[in-house]
């Protein structure tokens, strides 16, 4: 297998909804273009959007599974953000608009007991990654492929909600690029650390149902709780499906 780009996936709605992406232009220090660019905080936040905030004042998939069946579409010209979910069915609307019918959309989705969305806020300063630097998450499917075989089911890529895919045939080798930097198409990246998972990834991406005991697997077989590298953008480019990755 040649090590080049299979996949690229941005979340324009921190945890809510997925995009398939052919090319993208990559700035430096920034994240995926049109990731993470809001977020829905919830009753007990008062995250506003003017400073990255932790994944704490935002509803998110790790205590509403349900979340993870949705997925979207962002016009950049009109700003629009599309999202569909089997249960839920379709909503167009403008996050920087009037949102109102997005939260009654969304709210269906959410489980008892917890707190429930009250706003979309978007991000101004920095897009609302998982990390308080914007982050690319790149991701290896040899490393998907070891949590299938030790689960022994097949699962969906989407649970780990990774930017950039990959395979480098061997599992956790990624995890070698800390501290080193990873040139994808022209862009180039300084692989910054391991990302830690949470309950988000026992949920089925097709349903929203949990079904998997990834993080279990994942401190039983292997003996941490990571799935993917954080990186930073350090030199802008552009990257097309079927790019070569190579470290520097």
Same mark, same amino acid.
């Given at each position: 297998?040649?090590?080049?780009?299979?996949?690229?996936?941005? %979340?324009?709605?921190?945890? %809510?909804?997925?995009? @398939?992406?052919?090319?993208? =232009?990559?700035?430096?220090?920034? #994240?995926?273009?049109?990731?993470?660019?809001? #977020? !829905?905080? %919830?009753?007990?936040?008062?995250?506003? +959007?003017?400073?990255?905030?932790?994944?704490? /004042?935002?509803?998110?998939?790790?205590?509403?599974? &349900?979340?993870? @069946?949705?997925?979207?579409?962002? /016009?950049?010209?009109?700003?629009?953000?599309?999202?569909?979910?089997?249960?839920?069915? &379709?909503?167009?609307?403008? *996050?920087? +608009? /009037?949102?109102?019918?997005?939260? $009654?959309?969304?709210?269906?989705?959410?489980?008892?007991?917890?707190?429930?969305? @009250?706003?979309?806020?978007?991000?101004?300063?920095?897009?609302?990654?998982?990390? *308080?630097?914007?982050? !690319?998450?790149?991701?290896?499917?040899?490393?998907?492929? #070891?949590?299938?075989?030790?689960?022994? =089911?097949?699962?969906?890529?989407?649970?780990?909600?990774?930017?950039?895919?990959?395979?480098?045939?061997?599992?956790?080798? $990624?995890?070698?690029?800390?501290?080193?930097?990873?040139?994808?198409?022209?862009?180039?990246?300084?692989?910054?650390?391991?990302?830690?998972?949470?309950?988000?990834?026992?949920? /089925?991406? $097709?349903?929203?149902?949990?079904?998997?005991?990834?993080?279990? =697997?994942?401190?039983?077989?292997?003996?941490? &709780?990571?799935?993917?590298?954080?990186?930073? !953008?350090?030199?802008?480019?552009?990257?097309?499906?079927?790019?070569?990755?190579? !470290?520097?």
């Amino acid at each position: 297998m040649s090590h080049t780009v299979t996949e690229l996936w941005r %979340h324009t709605i921190k945890a %809510h909804g997925r995009e @398939a992406l052919e090319q993208v =232009t990559l700035i430096a220090g920034h #994240a995926m273009p049109g990731d993470r660019l809001w #977020a !829905v905080a %919830h009753d007990a936040s008062d995250a506003d +959007g003017s400073e990255w905030a932790r994944c704490r /004042n935002f509803t998110r998939a790790a205590g509403a599974p &349900q979340l993870m @069946a949705i997925s979207s579409l962002y /016009n950049t010209q009109t700003g629009e953000v599309t999202l569909s979910h089997p249960a839920a069915g &379709q909503i167009t609307f403008l *996050p920087d +608009g /009037n949102a109102a019918g997005f939260l $009654e959309w969304v709210r269906p989705l959410m489980p008892e007991g917890r707190a429930m969305p @009250a706003r979309v806020v978007r991000a101004a300063a920095q897009a609302m990654t998982d990390t *308080p630097y914007p982050s !690319v998450t790149l991701a290896n499917l040899a490393s998907h492929r #070891a949590v299938e075989a030790a689960i022994g =089911t097949p699962l969906s890529r989407h649970r780990w909600r990774s930017n950039v895919w990959f395979d480098l045939d061997d599992a956790w080798t $990624e995890e070698d690029w800390i501290d080193r930097e990873v040139q994808i198409g022209t862009a180039v990246f300084a692989v910054r650390e391991r990302m830690e998972r949470c309950m988000a990834t026992t949920a /089925n991406p $097709e349903t929203g149902e949990r079904d998997a005991e990834t993080l279990k =697997t994942l401190n039983d077989r292997f003996g941490h &709780q990571h799935f993917s590298v954080g990186a930073e !953008v350090i030199r802008p480019g552009q990257i097309r499906l079927n790019d070569t990755v190579k !470290v520097l």
